[in-house]
């Protein structure tokens, strides 16, 4: 079942055609790798999808139903979850805290509810709280419950930016440039993670520099290269497209 | 005993109104949204109690609400042309909105009583109407920061792109945040006018914006204590230093301006955060595990993919 | 009688840029709403005055004041928002907000103190008393004194900050202090360069003010920072030809205000436009450093 399609899709920037023309689908259950050169567009095309940037032409779809106009917010409630290139976490909020915003989609409770305390709300926070700790636990990260989230280290960091991305189970998870400045232990395990979140059901994109954790982890890839797509295939056949070579050793 | 506390009531009650005014200055903050629109709130709370009780005959009981209703209104129609604003242009844009309320209670002579001010209103709340009313502001307060709308609030304050990664609508927020800042501040701008027996036009300017953000600014933005810190030194430290006599207000520019260079984020914020990171440090993190390959999250009950 | 108002209206708005100057340059090299800026001004005003009371010649008064604004502003800086500097950019916003209202508050209750709330007034043969009559209308040799040496720092201004070493480097940090750290340029000699300006132009104002109206008081500050406020905003933020621009169309506009309409209707005129400015055009009327949006998609 495709989650996410991009049918030609276009982003200029006055005269620069940071993204023409591009389409391809992201399908439920799969991991789809997404990888190009610096300057090709990958984040521009991660912005569009997300609701940051407006399309200068074509569709993004989310289930068939189109998703090109809707800002960010909007974006994320329909179920599109991503991570950022730098990790933007709640530098204030503890890691429970940051965990638990990441829910904030799933709320149910009214307005009225929540302003004046009624026990509906209460329980629904306490509900959420459980779940959080839950998450933490899976991420072997429940001894930083009460931690700041800006004092982590690299990696924990990470976690937590996952965690919260995972959350509220999200149809769609974009993931922009995950493994950046981990070791391979690291990166496979997170490969790893991204694997199960595919098993059950979850449609994710990772936008990758590194080829050869995108090559171990996908069964599809798309490659980027000034704002066109020069191949898609699997991962060994792409990295055998003289293109994609050229592309990559010409920057 | 009795004779002090009936000697000290009335910078008591001072303290209670400045209270409500700072929590009414800080739900925008608190939200990410730098509104100083406090000062309009509690100026139009004033004057439509005021009008409402003397010109008209209105009960009190009644008034006072209607008062808090109109800063609510208020708040609403400001967050619509604010939305597009951010920062230091927000304040600005509500700075000049608090100025324009100031011009025309000026300007209105024969309804507000122009620059000489309302005089001669009837006292109809006392020191008990009003820490009812900051009780009942603490409450509903402290409801909202616990709940999903708290938690959005403090992922716009502090990040308002990765909250709307995360589905927290800024528009949306942001207006709640300015109704119940218009609310509150209509609230005891009413409860100022049937206590004060007057009420002038400069009494919610330019001052009473900066009394009000100091008060925030020195005890916290974040939590629910911040606002009773700072308003505790912003209207008792002049009394504290009246021996001082007319150096008063030396002493209080200086104090403020070494709380904020030792303390930013607020006497009351910080000392809560002492607190959390007391508890923190007492859970000392195990080293560190590398990630289990199959840690997986599953789905709960309930959830589906795609739309929740 | 229109041609005399506007003529006024000019003037008063070569002030307004002499004060709106310093505190546009202050935010746009430091991004600091420095609220202490109306206290300085009067203690421009209240350095004057003493000295011409203590015997000096009007001239070193002026220029004593001045330097003393110049320096007493370089230190609210140096102790007040560099200490700021190493937390984070909100707390450091909020935190200078306060420190400069703090200031403010220490200089206007020693102020006050000083001059025991009176009113004050320079001595009446401080400044040569005489009007030059041509083309229908009436200037003093004030108002063309002012107008001279608001004209002169403008230029000097503008030349210093497009044509010399300096000045660049100014605007350099104004657009972007860490890139211009990582070119050698150092960022302390140019705040400390640009409150020394903005100190002593908000001096001047303040005697020129205090000139002009023969009076000084403490509380004089307070509505000039909001004045300042509209200008900086219809100018554009960090936009000095802007400011001086928009400090001249406010003059004008006050004066035929006061003129035509009735009392009271000016100010609420000023700030409601200065509300729909900042909807319709938050870059000012003359395009200054962008305004941030919200998250509608880009």
Same mark, same amino acid.
């Given at each position: 079942?495709?989650?996410?399609?991009?049918?030609?899709?276009?982003?200029?920037?006055?005269?620069?055609?940071?993204?023409?023309?591009?389409?391809?689908?992201?399908?439920?259950?799969?991991?789809?790798?997404?990888?190009?050169?610096?300057?090709?567009?990958?984040?521009?095309?991660?912005?569009?999808?997300?609701?940051?940037?407006?399309?200068?032409?074509?569709?993004?779809?989310?289930?068939?139903?189109?998703?090109?106009?809707?800002?960010?917010?909007?974006?994320?409630?329909?179920?599109?979850?991503?991570?950022?290139?730098?990790?933007?976490?709640?530098?204030?909020?503890?890691?429970?805290?940051?965990?638990?915003?990441?829910?904030?989609?799933?709320?149910?409770?009214?307005?009225?509810?929540?302003?004046?305390?009624?026990?509906?709300?209460?329980?629904?926070?306490?509900?959420?709280?459980?779940?959080?700790?839950?998450?933490?636990?899976?991420?072997?990260?429940?001894?930083?419950?009460?931690?700041?989230?800006?004092?982590?280290?690299?990696?924990?960091?990470?976690?937590?930016?996952?965690?919260?991305?995972?959350?509220?189970?999200?149809?769609?998870?974009?993931?922009?440039?995950?493994?950046?400045?981990?070791?391979?232990?690291?990166?496979?395990?997170?490969?790893?993670?991204?694997?199960?979140?595919?098993?059950?059901?979850?449609?994710?994109?990772?936008?990758?520099?590194?080829?050869?954790?995108?090559?171990?982890?996908?069964?599809?890839?798309?490659?980027?290269?000034?704002?066109?797509?020069?191949?898609?295939?699997?991962?060994?056949?792409?990295?055998?497209?003289?293109?994609?070579?050229?592309?990559?050793?010409?920057? | 005993?009795?004779?002090?506390?009936?000697?000290? =009531?009335?910078?008591?009650?001072?303290?209670?109104?400045?209270?409500?005014?700072?929590?009414? =200055? =800080?739900?925008?903050?608190?939200?990410?949204?730098?509104?100083?629109?406090?000062?309009?709130?509690?100026?139009?709370?004033?004057?439509?109690?005021?009008?409402?009780?003397?010109?008209?005959?209105?009960?009190?009981?009644?008034?006072?609400?209607?008062?808090?209703?109109?800063?609510?209104?208020?708040?609403?129609?400001?967050?619509?042309?604010?939305?597009?604003?951010?920062? #230091?242009?927000?304040?600005?844009?509500?700075?000049?909105?608090?100025?324009?309320?100031?011009?025309?209670?000026?300007?209105?002579?024969?309804?507000?009583?122009?620059?000489?001010?309302?005089?001669?209103?009837?006292?109809?709340?006392?020191?008990?109407?009003?820490?009812?009313?900051?009780?009942?502001?603490?409450?509903?307060?402290?409801?909202?920061?616990?709940?999903?709308?708290?938690?959005?609030?403090?992922?716009?304050?502090?990040?308002?792109?990765?909250?709307?990664?995360?589905?927290?609508?800024?528009?949306?927020?942001?207006?709640?945040?300015?109704?119940?800042?218009?609310?509150?501040?209509?609230?005891?701008?009413?409860?100022?006018?049937?206590?004060?027996?007057?009420?002038?036009?400069?009494?919610?300017?330019?001052?009473?914006?900066?009394?009000?953000?100091?008060?925030?600014?020195?005890?916290?933005?974040?939590?629910?204590?911040?606002?009773?810190?700072?308003?505790?030194?912003?209207?008792?430290?002049?009394?504290?230093?009246?021996?001082?006599?007319?150096?008063?207000?030396?002493?209080?520019? #200086?104090?403020?301006?070494?709380?904020?260079?030792?303390?930013? =984020?607020?006497?009351?914020?910080?000392?809560?955060?002492?607190?959390?990171?007391?508890?923190?440090?007492?859970?000392?993190?195990?080293?560190?595990?590398?990630?289990?390959?199959?840690?997986?999250?599953?789905?709960?009950?309930?959830?589906?993919?795609?739309?929740? | 009688?229109?041609?005399?108002?506007?003529?006024?209206?000019?003037?008063?708005?070569?002030?307004?840029?002499?004060?709106?100057?310093?505190?546009?340059?202050?935010?746009?090299?430091?991004?600091?709403?420095?609220?202490?800026?109306?206290?300085?001004?009067?203690?421009?005003?209240?350095?004057?005055?003493?000295?011409?009371?203590?015997?000096?010649?009007?001239?070193?008064?002026?220029?004593?004041?001045?330097?003393?604004?110049?320096?007493?502003?370089?230190?609210?800086?140096?102790?007040?928002?560099?200490?700021?500097?190493?937390?984070?950019?909100?707390?450091?916003?909020?935190?200078?907000?306060?420190?400069?209202?703090?200031? +403010?508050?220490?200089?206007?209750?020693?102020?006050?103190?000083?001059?025991?709330?009176?009113?004050?007034?320079?001595?009446?043969?401080?400044?040569?008393?005489?009007?030059?009559?041509?083309?229908?209308?009436?200037?003093?040799?004030?108002?063309?004194?002012?107008?001279?040496?608001?004209?002169?720092?403008?230029?000097?201004?503008?030349?210093?900050?497009?044509?010399?070493?300096?000045?660049?480097?100014?605007?350099?940090?104004?657009?972007?202090?860490?890139?211009?750290?990582?070119?050698?340029?150092?960022?302390?000699?140019?705040?400390?360069?640009?409150?020394?300006?903005?100190?002593?132009?908000?001096?001047?104002?303040?005697?020129?003010?205090?000139?002009?109206?023969?009076?000084?008081?403490?509380?004089?500050?307070?509505?000039?920072?909001?004045?300042?406020?509209?200008?900086?905003?219809?100018?554009?933020?960090?936009?000095?030809?802007?400011?001086?621009?928009?400090?001249?169309?406010?003059?004008? +506009?006050?004066?035929?205000?006061?003129?035509?309409?009735?009392?009271?209707?000016?100010?609420?005129?000023?700030?409601?436009?200065?509300?729909?400015?900042?909807?319709?055009?938050?870059?000012?009327?003359?395009?200054?450093?962008?305004?941030?949006?919200?998250?509608?998609?880009?």
């Amino acid at each position: 079942m495709v989650a996410l399609e991009l049918q030609d899709v276009r982003r200029h920037f006055g005269g620069v055609k940071a993204v023409d023309g591009v389409s391809f689908q992201v399908p439920a259950g799969k991991v789809t790798g997404l990888i190009g050169p610096n300057g090709s567009g990958k984040s521009t095309l991660v912005n569009l999808i997300a609701g940051v940037l407006g399309l200068t032409s074509g569709e993004v779809r989310l289930h068939g139903e189109a998703i090109s106009t809707e800002t960010a917010d909007a974006v994320a409630r329909r179920g599109v979850a991503r991570t950022f290139q730098n990790i933007r976490l709640l530098p204030e909020a503890s890691v429970l805290d940051n965990v638990m915003i990441g829910f904030y989609r799933l709320e149910r409770s009214s307005l009225l509810a929540s302003l004046l305390g009624l026990p509906s709300s209460r329980r629904e926070t306490r509900e959420l709280r459980e779940r959080g700790r839950a998450l933490l636990a899976r991420f072997d990260m429940s001894a930083y419950e009460h931690v700041p989230a800006g004092g982590l280290a690299y990696g924990f960091q990470r976690r937590v930016e996952m965690m919260r991305a995972v959350a509220s189970n999200p149809a769609v998870l974009l993931l922009d440039e995950p493994v950046a400045g981990m070791n391979d232990v690291e990166a496979s395990a997170l490969g790893g993670i991204f694997a199960r979140l595919a098993e059950d059901g979850m449609a994710v994109l990772v936008i990758e520099h590194n080829t050869r954790f995108v090559a171990e982890l996908c069964e599809e890839v798309h490659v980027l290269d000034s704002g066109r797509l020069i191949a898609n295939d699997t991962p060994q056949e792409v990295m055998r497209d003289p293109a994609v070579v050229a592309a990559y050793l010409g920057t | 005993m009795i004779d002090f506390l009936k000697a000290n =009531q009335p910078v008591f009650d001072f303290f209670l109104l400045t209270l409500g005014f700072a929590y009414s =200055q =800080q739900i925008v903050l608190r939200c990410g949204v730098f509104s100083l629109a406090s000062a309009a709130f509690a100026a139009l709370g004033a004057y439509c109690c005021a009008i409402l009780v003397v010109n008209l005959g209105l009960p009190p009981l009644m008034a006072i609400p209607l008062g808090a209703v109109l800063g609510g209104a208020a708040g609403y129609l400001v967050s619509v042309p604010l939305a597009r604003l951010r920062g #230091v242009y927000q304040a600005i844009a509500t700075l000049a909105l608090v100025e324009v309320v100031v011009a025309i209670t000026l300007y209105a002579e024969p309804l507000t009583g122009g620059a000489v001010g309302f005089n001669n209103i009837p006292k109809h709340v006392g020191t008990v109407e009003i820490a009812l009313a900051v009780a009942v502001v603490i409450y509903l307060l402290h409801a909202l920061s616990i709940s999903r709308i708290g938690r959005g609030f403090d992922a716009l304050r502090q990040d308002e792109y990765v909250a709307a990664s995360l589905g927290v609508s800024s528009r949306g927020q942001h207006t709640l945040a300015f109704i119940v800042s218009g609310l509150i501040g209509g609230l005891f701008g009413g409860l100022q006018s049937m206590y004060a027996y007057s009420v002038e036009p400069h009494q919610y300017g330019f001052s009473f914006m900066v009394t009000t953000l100091a008060a925030i600014i020195l005890g916290g933005r974040r939590s629910l204590l911040g606002p009773v810190i700072g308003s505790a030194v912003v209207i008792l430290l002049p009394e504290i230093s009246r021996p001082l006599a007319e150096y008063r207000m030396v002493v209080v520019g #200086v104090v403020m301006v070494l709380v904020v260079l030792y303390t930013p =984020q607020g006497l009351g914020d910080t000392f809560l955060s002492w607190l959390s990171h007391r508890r923190a440090s007492k859970q000392a993190p195990p080293p560190a595990k590398p990630l289990a390959a199959d840690a997986r999250t599953t789905k709960s009950k309930g959830d589906t993919y795609g739309r929740a | 009688m229109l041609a005399q108002q506007i003529l006024n209206g000019l003037i008063s708005g070569a002030i307004y840029a002499l004060f709106a100057l310093g505190f546009n340059l202050i935010f746009g090299v430091q991004k600091v709403l420095n609220l202490a800026h109306g206290a300085i001004f009067m203690s421009g005003a209240f350095i004057a005055y003493y000295a011409v009371e203590g015997g000096l010649p009007f001239w070193l008064a002026l220029l004593i004041a001045m330097v003393v604004c110049g320096i007493a502003s370089v230190l609210i800086d140096r102790f007040g928002f560099q200490k700021l500097r190493k937390y984070s950019q909100m707390d450091a916003e909020f935190g200078a907000l306060v420190i400069s209202i703090g200031i +403010g508050q220490i200089l206007t209750s020693m102020a006050q103190k000083l001059s025991q709330t009176k009113v004050l007034s320079f001595p009446f043969d401080t400044f040569p008393v005489e009007f030059f009559r041509g083309l229908g209308m009436r200037i003093s040799l004030l108002q063309i004194t002012i107008a001279a040496m608001v004209v002169v720092l403008v230029v000097f201004l503008a030349l210093f900050l497009q044509r010399t070493t300096f000045g660049r480097q100014v605007r350099a940090v104004a657009i972007n202090p860490r890139a211009s750290a990582l070119l050698g340029i150092n960022a302390r000699s140019v705040f400390m360069l640009t409150f020394f300006i903005a100190g002593a132009m908000a001096a001047l104002a303040g005697v020129m003010i205090g000139l002009s109206f023969n009076s000084i008081q403490f509380m004089m500050g307070e509505p000039y920072m909001l004045k300042a406020f509209v200008v900086v905003v219809l100018g554009g933020l960090g936009n000095l030809g802007g400011a001086v621009a928009a400090s001249l169309l406010l003059g004008v +506009g006050q004066a035929l205000c006061a003129a035509y309409l009735p009392p009271g209707l000016s100010d609420i005129l000023i700030f409601t436009t200065l509300f729909v400015v900042l909807i319709f055009k938050p870059n000012g009327l003359f395009g200054g450093a962008l305004a941030p949006a919200g998250v509608g998609r880009q």
